[in-house]
């Protein structure tokens, strides 16, 4: 009896610790698969290759917990989407870079309207921050080329304007030069303000001239060798004893340095146009 008692208690303790192995063996496995999967989820986040997260889809299916599974598929599914989210977000974030450079607006259209079909709302709306900045420079583009065809316009009438004055008087004679920091018609030439900016004619030179050619007087002179051959255009707004017809000079050109005015000198033989007297 004894030994009956015996031999069934040492082999129900056998079957325990077999029991408690195959337990401990069991969730060895479950740990493992886990594990494994786990690993590799980790390792496709990184890579971000396909290939890498479909063996981590696989490895998933083999997790034998099923709690632990779901655990896994649920984070290989906000993987998956997350890396949508960033492929989409650089592919984009790339295109805008390149219009940014070229500032096209009809690409940027384009853009527009793919990127509002866009699923997600947060990268919808980075994106569209970044199209605002672009639109701005875009603009700005726009009235910075607007202003320089007006300006370019302007200019154009202005050439033409002063091309086709009318000459009032014509005269041939001597050109001199002479620095000051005042007119006699009180403009304030200090600091090398050699220029006055006229309503019909823009940015003409400063001549003292007779009492004869009123303040405002426009002259044009002819051919000028010392300003490479151009007609250059002058307002009288000074005076000189020396300066009038039957003079030493017929005019006497402002300049801002006594150095410019030497390396001027006496230009003789100049023609000049009366082409406005006065303002």
């Not at 790339?94 to 219009?99: A, N, Q, R, S, T």
């Amino acid at each position: 009896m004894n030994k009956k008692i015996i031999t069934g208690f040492i082999l129900f303790t056998v079957s325990i610790f077999s029991f408690t192995i195959s337990l401990v063996q069991y969730d060895e496995t479950i740990k493992h698969t886990y594990i494994v999967a786990n690993k590799k989820l980790n390792e496709a986040r990184t890579t971000k290759e396909d290939e890498d997260l479909s063996e981590a889809e696989k490895l998933i299916d083999d997790v034998i917990n099923n709690n632990k599974k779901q655990e896994l598929k649920q984070y290989l599914l906000d993987l998956r989407v997350d890396i949508e989210k960033e492929l989409i977000l650089n592919h984009y974030l790339d295109e805008l870079k390149l219009i940014d450079t070229s500032l096209d607006d009809n690409k940027l259209k384009v853009i527009k309207e793919e990127i509002d079909i866009i699923k997600y709302d947060e990268i919808t709306e980075q994106l569209n921050n970044e199209i605002k900045k672009i639109e701005e420079k875009i603009s700005n583009k726009k009235k910075a080329e607007e202003e320089a065809r007006k300006k370019a316009e302007e200019a154009k009438q202005k050439a033409n304007f002063m091309a086709n004055a009318k000459v009032l008087e014509t005269l041939k004679g001597t050109l001199t030069a002479y620095t000051d920091t005042h007119t006699a018609c009180g403009r304030s030439v200090a600091g090398g303000n050699i220029y006055y900016n006229d309503k019909q004619y823009g940015k003409v030179y400063i001549v003292a001239g007779d009492k004869s050619y009123p303040c405002g007087t426009i002259v044009r002179f002819k051919n000028m060798s010392y300003f490479g051959g151009k007609d250059i255009y002058a307002i009288v707004l000074d005076r000189g004893g020396a300066i009038g017809k039957g003079k030493r000079a017929l005019f006497d050109l402002l300049f801002a340095k006594e150095t410019s005015a030497n390396n001027f000198g006496v230009r003789r033989n100049v023609t000049c146009e009366i082409l406005r007297r006065g303002y």
